[in-house]
């Protein structure tokens, strides 16, 4: 009976051990069943069978899949996070290599106090695409008109244009923080934009990884039923990368219409009060 | 024998997990290079609130602590932005000035006054955590 009730007790200790090592990530850091009030998530209906994808549609307020915060990726591009694993780490060409090693990010393996960063974020120069995605994608609304599909984006309030009725040109007088973009249907429920033309003083994400004004991106929205698309983003940058490498991929739920997205504004004075009464402090920096 | 065997098993556990807890970077701060990441170096603060600051980047709480010597030592500890603490069941009016609170900080390396949120315990029991998921609610209607 005891050997029995010892058993017992074993597995119940080791069902418990790794229920616990599933659940604290999703509870403790900011993934998994995170609620943005008023949002529905994967998590809210399991077990369902979504209706049909409508045909050549992708707009709607769509918010990441499987919580508030699965779109948030501090340490670098979802796919290929900057944590010293050797899978993560990028095909840099020489170049490459030394534009990384000249940012000094918050995250990541190259990371520095807040007060000692060159990171153009901060100080809300613009963080461009693609790191509004490969960052910090939230909640975003997107419209379809004849001529373009335009992306209206909750971090900083941001928004940006895919234009559907022209090629992308083969040359740029004019370099942008946020590249310029076109995109086509390749099939009733995949659309996909290419982008280029970038102003290179922007990051690739949250970890100082850089791209050049060579740079084009892809970007691929998948209708995978009605509830959901998923968003697929992959840099191509010869000058600083040897090979494309693919940097998000990321399920999205449609919301309700009514949805409305809240404000989050980069502000020179509310960011200058933090570095003096926070940031610098912080790092040990004298008033 | 039992208690023993349960004794082990229970540390096994905690330390497995407590492992795995410490390995994890804190995903939701503006900069991590700056803090105290061993979870035995956290610190729990009797204190009074100065002011909450519900601005971007980061919200920040600045709170007054008596020193055995009586003198007050004003901390400053911030939390996420305001949409990620919204998402926590944290609001602009969450604190307001003369609030009793216990906040459990993690310090920054430099030994300033300076850290940022774990939780607030507030004088009536209830806590905020400034880590995780929270203000969960019923699913609206489809649209």
């Known amino acids: ?287 | 024998m039992e208690v023993s065997m349960w004794k082990t098993l229970v540390t096994l556990f905690a330390l497995v997990a407590g492992l795995f807890v410490a390995s994890r970077p804190a995903a939701a701060h503006h900069g991590a290079a700056a803090f105290e990441n061993d979870p035995a170096k956290r610190l729990v603060l009797k204190g009074t609130v100065a002011e909450w600051i519900w601005a971007n980047p980061h919200t920040f709480l600045q709170f007054e602590v008596k020193g055995e010597d009586g003198k007050a030592v004003r901390w400053v500890v911030e939390a996420s932005n305001p949409p990620d603490m919204q998402n926590r069941g944290w609001t602009k009016q969450s604190f307001k000035a003369g609030d009793e609170v216990t906040v459990t900080v993690r310090p920054v390396k430099s030994g300033r006054p300076v850290g940022s949120i774990i939780q607030v315990q507030f004088a009536d029991g209830h806590v905020l955590s400034a880590v995780g998921g929270g203000g969960n609610e019923p699913a609206p209607a489809r649209p």
């Open chain 1, 1 to 287: 009976m005891k050997k029995r009730v010892m058993a017992l007790m074993c597995a119940l200790s080791t069902a418990g051990a790794i229920a616990a090592l599933l659940v604290i990530p999703r509870v403790v850091f900011g993934q998994g069943e995170v609620r943005q009030p008023g949002a529905k998530y994967d998590f809210d209906f399991k077990g369902e069978k979504p209706a049909p994808a409508p045909r050549r549609d992708i707009s709607g307020v769509w918010e990441p899949a499987a919580g508030a915060g699965a779109g948030v990726n501090a340490n670098g591009a979802q796919q290929m996070p900057s944590d010293g694993k050797p899978e993560h780490e990028l095909p840099y060409t020489a170049e490459g290599r030394a534009a990384f090693l000249s940012h000094k990010p918050t995250f990541g393996v190259t990371m520095v106090p807040s007060a000692l960063t060159n990171d153009p974020m901060p100080g809300c120069d613009p963080q461009g695409f693609p790191r509004v995605v490969l960052h910090n994608f939230r909640t975003s609304r997107i419209l379809q008109t004849p001529e373009n599909v335009v992306i209206l984006y909750e971090f900083n309030k941001k928004w940006r244009t895919i234009w559907t009725d022209r090629q992308l040109p083969k040359e740029f007088d004019e370099p942008r923080w946020w590249g310029y973009s076109v995109g086509r249907w390749t099939d009733d429920y995949t659309f996909v934009a290419e982008s280029a033309g970038f102003d290179d003083r922007t990051w690739l994400d949250n970890a100082g990884r850089p791209h050049s004004d060579a740079m084009r991106v892809r970007e691929e929205y998948k209708r995978a039923d009605r509830d959901h698309l998923v968003m697929t983003i992959v840099v191509d940058d010869p000058k600083y990368y040897s090979k494309p490498w693919t940097a998000l991929i990321l399920p999205m739920r449609l919301q309700a219409p009514s949805f409305d997205i809240r404000e989050m504004e980069c502000s020179p004075s509310e960011t200058a009060l933090y570095n003096k009464l926070f940031a610098n402090p912080a790092a040990g920096i004298e008033p």
